[in-house]
């Protein structure tokens, strides 16, 4: 997903990014057969699992737990110790549930959001029934139908440990800097710079894919983001949506008691870092995207027609930790000095490349206008420094140079 648009060719290219393929949400038809069937009539080699722990203990963790209703809770809880023991063949979920297919649908979907760091659960499962009591299998396969976790307890066991050693060693980096805003800005550079955009990479839609094997689809780079941030207590969800018409995913963030969105996928869109999708509000969000509806406001009767949907609202409407606003790199119409000022602090420390936001409408205009001339008068102002190429996307302009 990295381009970089030749300065010569003198071309303005706008956001041209693809959507990512959202590959293990269990809803509905149209999501790839998550479900993939009903068995009535088990009468033997069924399992009752004991919920063991605090479900609330984690509270960066589990922000869709807390959206749950208690049996959409109680399911959750039996998908988290059925993940920890990789149980297979059919379990007990128990007899209250009358729209079963909905609410292991919902509480299926809130386990995986919350529980990022778990990249071995299958996207399927097969439902079945015991006399009164409903069942769920993940590892099952008979004439008919097949579902079967990704890799064996031993192979699981083995790709955990080393990814928890991995997980260490990021967060013995992020440690050392300073507040919430600074390790978050480094879990975003730490993806972008470690990993490639892979539809067909193993595990592409895990966290586990994105920073062991260094490849992801939006979906492994956003769970990667939401891990590293909830391990140091800050909050991150996962938000799902649409972007011409393309499935995506991207994360919310909480920075001094204020929500952003912040879209690791599309900040590595290009060779050099633009942040054109750090910590930025909703109303910029809705530039280029749409919201999947809150699953509080789908009613049953609509349930089964849904494939993705979000459990939380953010009210992101602050500015205040926008990367730009943030680091005074908002261009205004005497742009000239102001740049020049950036692109030599910048390039005395070692950068190759330095981004603005073209602040007032009447300046965006003007590039729209004479991109070229619009870089001459910044050009001119620079001694020892040669701009060899630009990207714009929104309103973002990154000058590279050397």
Not at 74 to 90: D, N, P, Q
Not at 238 to 253: E, P, Q, T, Y
């Amino acid at each position: 997903m990295k381009r970089l648009l030749a300065f010569l060719l003198v071309v303005v290219m706008l956001l041209s990014v693809t959507g990512c393929r959202l590959t293990s949400f269990p809803f509905g038809s149209d999501s790839s057969d998550n479900m993939l069937g009903f068995i009535p009539n088990i009468e033997s080699g069924v399992t009752e699992l004991k919920i063991k722990g605090n479900f609330t203990n984690k509270p960066f963790f589990n922000g869709c737990y807390s959206s749950l209703n208690d049996k959409q809770k109680k399911l959750y809880e039996i998908f988290c110790v059925a993940a920890e023991k990789m149980t297979e063949g059919f379990i007990s979920l128990g007899r209250e549930y009358a729209e079963i297919e909905n609410d292991i649908a919902i509480s299926y979907n809130a386990f995986l959001y919350d529980r990022v760091e778990v990249f071995w659960m299958p996207s399927t499962y097969i439902i079945g029934q015991s006399g009164k009591d409903k069942l769920i299998a993940f590892e099952y396969s008979d004439d008919e139908m097949t579902s079967h976790y990704p890799v064996t307890k031993a192979e699981r066991d083995d790709m955990r440990k080393q990814f928890e050693a991995k997980l260490d060693s990021i967060l013995a980096l992020s440690a050392k800097k300073e507040n919430a805003y600074e390790k978050e800005k480094f879990f975003n550079d730490f993806i972008c710079q470690n990993t490639k955009y892979d539809k067909a990479a193993e595990f592409s839609d895990t966290a586990y894919g994105c920073l062991m094997l260094g490849s992801a689809l939006c979906e492994g780079y956003s769970k990667a983001f939401k891990l590293l941030c909830n391990s140091e207590k800050i909050k991150c969800e996962l938000v799902v949506g649409k972007s011409r018409d393309i499935g995506h995913m991207w994360n919310a963030v909480k920075i001094e008691n204020e929500y952003y969105y912040t879209d690791v996928t599309w900040n590595d869109n290009y060779e050099v870092p633009t942040y054109v999708y750090f910590n930025i509000n909703e109303q910029e969000a809705l530039k280029d995207r749409t919201f999947t509806p809150l699953v509080s406001e789908v009613s049953n009767e609509e349930l089964p027609n849904m494939t993705i949907f979000n459990f939380q609202k953010f009210n992101c409407n602050a500015d205040k930790n926008n990367y730009f606003v943030k680091n005074d790199l908002v261009l205004g119409m005497d742009y000239s000095d102001k740049a020049k000022a950036i692109i030599e602090e910048d390039f005395g420390n070692g950068k190759t490349s330095s981004s603005f936001v073209l602040g007032p409408q009447d300046l965006q205009e003007q590039f729209q206008r004479d991109d070229m001339g619009f870089i001459r008068i910044i050009q001119k102002k620079l001694k020892n420094i040669t701009i060899e190429s630009y990207v714009i996307e929104r309103n973002v302009l990154t000058l590279i140079y050397n």
